[in-house]
DNA sequence: GGTACACCTTCCTGTTACAGGAAAGTCAAG
DNA sequence: CTTGACTTTCCTGTAACAGGAAGGTGTACC
């Protein structure tokens, strides 16, 4: 008969956790005295004790191990339970691989501009979005906005004549990889609820679901380029690749007003690998 | 602005979570209806909760954010968070890594054996042992215990001669790697209290810290071979080794009891790598 | 026989980052 | 005016204990 301190020496196991492991069923001294409440453990349940600090360094849960031990399962369930855990171990594994890349890119960055970026790049996904848009080139880079105005005039024209309703704010696409000199292939789209019909060249269709890389930029539109690095860096940095067309999320947008009231997001869609 | 629900939906982030930073004075929304209470955020305020979301994917606490954000820390202490965080991460990608290996161990083990082994191993670190003890040579397996008992004897004299006070169960050391036909290395030991002279071939020593694998075996001495393979497999499990003296601990021992109440714990130090 | 000190008990709080749900007030559409 | 979607605050629960308070116990020592 030990006592809960002698015991503890032992074990390496604190007191408090074994008055938990107690309290919680897993782990019943052999006896209490009725009279004073002091828990006394014999060298019968090291075993036991053995047991559970060996599952719970496979990183079950004190519910799996008091099931485990207690209520005899089947050699099924516990497999069932172990492969479980080893898809989670493995998960997690990739998560902190891909978290340590982040965290010392984050580190060579502040080492070389001595603070925080001014950009910071998530993750997040989204699901599939019903648009009215339309697609078409621009002629060169110097006529970009002009070619977007006159595709987001045809599109916000045909919206309002159908009475289709708004569903967020509009969003671009830039089909092209890299960034062409001319024939740049360019799409404009207005989030909407419910039904649209083809006419006057703007159709009605669905943006796929996607795994954005995502940034937000504030301001003109002439700086967007380091928001477009700052996710760049980001996607080599977390070993992604590029799966399709970039897009821009016109959160706030005035063309009378200042610029510097302007927001945007921009995304990448990416995968993993 | 936006309501809480429209900028949930903006960001991918819920409302419950939204709420939380509030209280937490980590994102404050833009205003709050005196009247309502209602919150209103806007997109201005997107940065910001971009900035939470990319740290809190780095692994930072909402506390560290925070202190990242407001107080406007130098270089250096944001460097050192993040260096913190690296090695954090590092060290749970190598726990994960052996907790992984273990687990399929152990899955490979249900699936031979279609059941949960009787040994279970697990890794302990124990301090330096004071003792008195006697290392010698046993001619051959056959006399290992008669040789054992006379050590023992002759350690069990000299401390109680010398009114020296138990501090746990003796302890045995074998010292030869695998298993010698002859001339077997073996060592006696009791933990002892206080200071120990040597005499009459019982020295005081002290039995280096180690980080030991140990199983609990309950029983005869003549069934122990099969927790000495459960500690071997294990070892080669998790890409451990050797490295010094196995070790018996007799928790409990009574030559004159029935041996089915004999209890012994077996530990082999090990090191990763 | 008293006392100091180590040890034991129960009970309460705190940890992290929210999730679930109840009760009650608010807003916009039909 | 009603209905239903939203909003608020507040309470509880999560996993596995750690820290500490208040009060009872056991024993060694003077």
């Known amino acids: 008969m030990l006592k809960i301190s002698e015991f503890s020496k032992l074990t390496q196991v604190p007191t408090k956790t074994l008055r938990y492991y107690d309290e919680i069923g897993l782990l019943k001294p052999a006896r209490i005295d009725p009279w004073t409440g002091y828990r006394f453990y014999t060298v019968e349940q090291l075993p036991r004790l053995n047991r ?91 006529h970009i906005s002009e070619t977007f105005g006159r595709m987001y005039g045809m599109v916000m024209a045909e919206v309002t004549r159908q009475h289709a309703a708004f569903a967020g704010p509009s969003i671009a696409l830039y089909h092209d990889e890299g960034f062409p000199e001319t024939h740049i292939d360019i799409e404009t789209t207005q989030p909407i609820r419910g039904t649209f019909h083809e006419a006057n060249g703007v159709k009605g269709y669905t943006l796929p679901a996607a795994n954005l890389a995502c940034t937000i930029h504030r301001g003109s539109f002439q700086n967007l380029g380091s928001a477009y690095e700052a996710i760049m860096k980001w996607i080599e940095s977390g070993g992604y690749h590029i799966v399709g067309p970039s897009r821009e999320v016109y959160l706030q947008f005035d063309p009378n007003a200042d610029p510097n009231t302007w927001v945007t997001e921009i995304q990448f869609p990416v995968e993993k690998g």
Chains 1, 2 share one sequence.
């Open 52 to 142: 559970i600090l060996a599952l719970k360094a496979l990183g079950l849960s004190l519910d799996q191990i008091k099931a485990m031990l207690d209520e005899h399962l089947t050699a099924e369930q516990i497999r069932g339970m172990l492969r479980l855990k080893r898809a989670e171990t493995l998960q997690r594994l990739e998560e902190d691989q891909t978290r340590l890349s982040f965290v010392e890119a984050k580190l060579r960055q502040i080492e070389m501009e001595g603070t925080m970026s001014e950009y910071e790049v998530i993750l997040k996904a989204v699901e599939p979005i019903e648009v009215a848009g339309v697609r078409d080139f621009a002629p060169d880079q110097a």
